[in-house]
């Protein structure tokens, strides 16, 4: 009996369906849609995006001179005394290298346009063996002191996601689109 | 030595100086006719013998193949870490100049990485897209797998290759050193558009950010319109899995960008209003010319060739017939043509495309060549179907100088002297 009521019951639909192709010139497939819906407070960890308008700077404040003890202790080894570089990438100076006809000296002070660039790269990427653990606080401190080192801001100009944003790097203007 | 260069037949099919002959006798045959009479006779012959493995069985099967144990110098070449605490930091170069055909093997795509290779288990991985979307999104691997899936053979090219061409006095160096950072795959994988229209993207969405799961989070911003044209979320390189140091287990394909926004290990993308200025894209692969003024978002890579046969280390042995044969490429469209020639520039002839010639694809193109046992200049350069021709060296360098670091797609040289040795050269 409670199959038969199924074969019925199937029949009825075939029927239904055929009813409703009938009407329908096109069959219209549904598009495949797998993603899963995330609220934003469930993705806020993952998104580690700052914007040169400083658009996703997490809390935290830092000093050149507290900079300077993490650099000591964690970027160091790397690149060397006060950002001087060697054996990894130079951080500090290469002032009047860009626009001249000897060897580019690109660091953050001679080059990179925006310092949000510096805050986020710290953050995702820095230290090298241990990286996205720096607490807000130190990487704002690191950032401070490489900004420092380069005359870019004061001893005692701190950072924060207020002050970030505002830094006017020297190559700021250095930049223009590809012709083609 | 036996010598082709005096016969009428050949004489008659020179299409540029110093031996490029017309790519016609591939097509006609005609150095079949031209080479008859001149063959070497059988005197002095060996005996042939028959060998071991003709007189036992051979080795049982594998699970997954290698290839032979003969064949162990193909392979790719890896450059010592500058710090040896920071591994990770480098690149593995495709062997361009043992290699033939247009697809490069999965264990020999090139790789350049800036913090290693991650170790993902694809059961745990996540695509994440968001920012100015109606509806935020996480998808996983057997999600991903269960959309229409799109082929496309295509290039990737580090925006750095061929960089050691930007030195005032040509160095030392073969076609895997200097342009060893060009592979080119079948990627198979899921439009992004398709992805990117579940998600609802908002109108004043312009650039989507991609960031990767590696220990570096590597993160790009791309244009949304390239984003929505031809881009795909791979999942599988020449049919199998994406291998490890090519993005496992997804990565994006932009096909025509430049290598470093293809992001490989892809975990993320955020639509935005504005490009993020992320480290790569402001310190690094931004074109410094010599007013001190940088290009930046330099997308395609341009129109380029090189010969990989001859080349350094693929010694001619004794003039005679030899086949020039290389790779040419478009980051804007299909190779059109391609033409080779063999005294530095001064006369060309064009050389055969192998089929299928495929948009941001490598072309792999041929041009017989009759050695004269003498001095020769070896150059090819290619023209896309838009237009644009690759610029010679001082072409190029009367645009953008030498300080550029990325992006080099000057015509490059091969110099071949009387011992038939290749050697980095310019002309």
Known sequence: MHSLDRIASRAALMIGAAM??????AFSAEAPRFGAAIAPGDLSSWDISIGPDGAGLPPGRGTPAQGEAVYVAKCQACHGEKGA???NDVLVGGFGTIASDRPAVKTVGSYWPYATTLFDYIRRAMPFNESKSLTGDEVYAVSAYILQLNGVIGADDALDAQSLPKVKMPNRDGFTPFPR | MRKHGDSKEWQSERAAANGILNRRVFLEGAFVAAAAGTGSTAAGAEPLPVQGWMKQPGAGFSAYGQPSRFESKVARTIAPPANPATQGIGTARTPLQLLTGMITPNGLHFDRSHSGTPDIDPDQHRLLIHGLVKRPLTF???????????????????????????TAQAQPGNAQAIHGLLSCAEWTGVRLATLLDEAGV?????????????SAAMSRSVPLAKCMDDALV???????????SNGYPIRLLLPGFEGNMNVKWLRRLKLTDAPVMAKDETSKYTVLLPDGKAWQFVFP???????????????LRGAGFYEIAGLAWSGQGRIRQVEVSADGGSSWAPAALQEPVLPKALTRFRAPWQWNGGPAILQSRATDDTGRMQPTRAQFVAERGLRGQYHYNAISTWRIDEKGEASNAFA
């Not at chain 2, 057997?142 to 061929?162: T, V």
């Not at chain 2, 109108?203 to 590696?214: I, L, Q, R, T, Y």
């Not at chain 2, 791979?234 to 490890?244: A, I, S, W």
Request: with cysteine; proline share 9%.
């Open chain 2, 202 to 214: 908002e109108p004043s969405a312009k650039w989507v950010v991609a960031e990767g799961a590696d």
């Open chain 2, 140 to 166: 996983t691997l057997d999600a991903l797998a269960r959309y229409p899936m799109e082929s496309r053979i295509s290039f990737i090219e580090c925006a750095g290759n061929s960089g050691a061409l930007s």
């Open chain 2, 301 to 315: 890579m341009e129109v380029k060739s090189i010969i990989t046969h001859p080349s350094p280390g693929l010694t």
């Open chain 1, 85 to 87: 570089g060697r054996p």
């Open chain 1, 20 to 25: 409703i192709c009938a009407a329908v010139p």
């Open chain 2, 234 to 244: 791979c999942l599988y390189q020449n049919g199998e899995r994406v291998r490890p």
